[in-house]
């Protein structure tokens, strides 16, 4: 399956404005005067950015063109998985306008809020409490329909979903992937997976609403995308950890090493990493280096159990390297 990108659509600004006039008035109790809107689009893959001036304050909004009834569908899983409403302020207060969708932006500090990947290049993302409202964020997921996974289901979704922007898997490729990777089937088979955004790991915001009360480190979870999948919480730190390294280089590793460790140290189940972090390298590549797939695959033959539910630190060390060695 090979998911198909749309132009993005054209924002009526008028519609938008009359939307956000709608949320202040709800939020604030008086009909506000609107001085100034303005519509910035020119935040590369980031949705475009709502402006709009008020006697009072400046209130920022995103605008989100697509997948407003995944982000809706997604609420509605998250709020009966008892997940904290300061984590999913962001989908409960979509407020949709047409075919689209404002989001209030996340404020920190008066600031909007920064994703973790840039968070974790900084002084704050050393905080202990940070790394825990992570571990707590990525564990909650077990809740939102929870069941047991499968190697084959692991398998059947690298070898069938493909984005519309990664190269395609060749068949000698998925034939070797498939010969690697048996060998975990009986650590794979049974373990709780819970249903997770398929690209959660780009959209963990470090700050609360303005208006929201909750811990200065706590995550907020945004835009979910277009689909989910299962997992388990081994394979979100793995996902968590290939992001951050991509993004952040020699800071997300250092963050990522911090994050497995705290894991560790809460009794996390990580025997399973080592493969899970080859899957998603292998991902990586087919969507940002696909030259480098041979290398993302012998690194994924390396790839063996974790002993008393730790991962191999070697082996972690080195899919580090090459994510670093291939951006």
């Known amino acids: 399956m090979t998911s198909t990108m749309r132009p993005p659509a054209v924002v009526d600004l008028d519609a938008a404005v009359t939307c956000a006039r709608a949320y202040i008035e709800r939020r604030t109790g008086e009909r506000p005067t609107v001085r100034d809107a303005r519509l910035d689009d020119s935040t590369g893959s980031a949705p475009p950015r709502l402006s709009v001036v ?27 998985a008892a997940w904290p409403l300061a984590g999913r302020v962001y989908l409960e207060a979509l407020l949709p306008f047409a075919t689209m969708a404002l989001s209030p932006a996340v404020m920190r500090n008066g600031r909007v809020a920064q994703p973790l990947s840039l968070v974790a290049r900084t002084p704050a993302g050393t905080d202990p409490a940070l790394l825990g409202c992570v571990l707590d964020a990525l564990g909650r997921f077990d809740r939102v329909r929870p069941r047991s996974g499968s190697l084959q289901a692991e398998l059947s979704d690298l070898l069938t979903v493909r984005h519309a922007g990664a190269a395609a898997l060749d068949p000698v490729a998925a034939r070797r992937l498939v010969e690697v990777t048996a060998r975990w089937s009986g650590l794979l088979d049974g373990q709780r997976v819970g249903l997770t955004p398929r690209d959660f790991y780009r959209n963990l915001l470090v700050g609360t609403p303005l208006l929201t009360p909750g811990a200065p480190a706590s995550l907020t979870l945004i835009d979910f995308g277009e689909s989910q999948k299962y997992c388990c919480r081994g394979e979100r730190l793995a996902q968590l950890c290939v992001h951050l390294v991509h993004s952040a280089g020699p800071a997300g590793i250092a963050w990522s090493e911090t994050l497995l460790t705290a894991a560790a140290d809460r009794g996390c189940d990580l025997r399973a990493l080592p493969l899970f972090l080859g ?49």
């Open 54 to 80: 008020t006697d009072q304050a400046e209130h920022l909004f995103f605008v989100r063109r697509r997948n407003v009834l995944q982000m809706l569908w997604m609420a509605k899983e998250l709020r009966a």
């Open 279 to 327: 899957l998603w390298t292998v991902r990586w590549s087919l969507w940002n280096r696909p030259g480098g797939l041979p290398e993302c695959l012998d690194l994924l033959h390396q790839a063996h159990p974790g002993e008393d539910e730790r991962s191999s630190d070697g082996f972690v060390s080195a899919v580090f390297r090459t994510l670093l060695s291939l951006r």
